[in-house]
Nanobody, 121 residues
Framework: QVQLVESGGGLVQPGGSLRLSCAAS????????IPWYPHAPGKERELVAK????????FHADSVKGRFTISRDNAKTTVYLQMNNLKPDDTAVYYC??????????????WGQGTQVTVSS
C-alpha cells in the first residue's frame, strides 16, 4: 500500500523558515517524480517544486526560486522542501504527490494528506 505523509508545516512569521517532509512508503522501484503543490483557499493549486525519481533533476517555480529548495534523501524515500524567507502569500496547505509518468497534477498516482503552512505576524 502506497502512502505519502507530509509533515513540517506550522505557523511562522514572514521571513522565517520551515522544512517540509514527504515520506513515501510502498512505492515500487520504478522512479517516481515527487512534486509539491500548495493549495490556498480561493486559489488554484500551483506547482512550486518537483524532483525526479532519481533526484537528479529539480524544478522550482519562479515564485519560489531562491527561497525554496527541493531535495531527496539518499534512500529516495523522503523528499524535503526547504522554505526560506517565507511570505504571507506562501500560506497554504502543501501537498506532495507521486507519479511515474508525471507531466502535470492529473498524472499523479498518489497524494499525501497535506500539511498546513501559515505565514503571519
Amino acid at each position: 500500500q502506497v502512502q505519502l505523509v507530509e509533515s513540517g508545516g506550522g505557523l511562522v512569521q514572514p521571513g522565517g523558515s520551515l522544512r517540509l517532509s514527504c515520506a513515501a512508503s510502498g512505492l515500487t522501484s520504478t522512479p517516481y517524480t515527487i512534486p509539491w503543490y500548495p493549495h490556498a483557499p480561493g486559489k488554484e493549486r500551483e506547482l512550486v517544486a518537483k524532483i525526479s525519481g532519481t533526484g537528479g533533476a529539480t524544478f522550482h517555480a519562479d515564485s519560489v526560486k531562491g527561497r525554496f529548495t527541493i531535495s531527496r534523501d539518499n534512500a529516495k524515500t523522503t523528499v524535503y522542501l526547504q522554505m526560506n524567507n517565507l511570505k504571507p502569500d506562501d500560506t497554504a496547505v502543501y501537498y506532495c504527490g507521486a507519479g511515474r509518468f508525471y507531466s502535470g497534477a492529473s498524472d499523479l498516482e498518489y497524494w499525501g494528506q497535506g500539511t498546513q503552512v501559515t505565514v503571519s505576524s
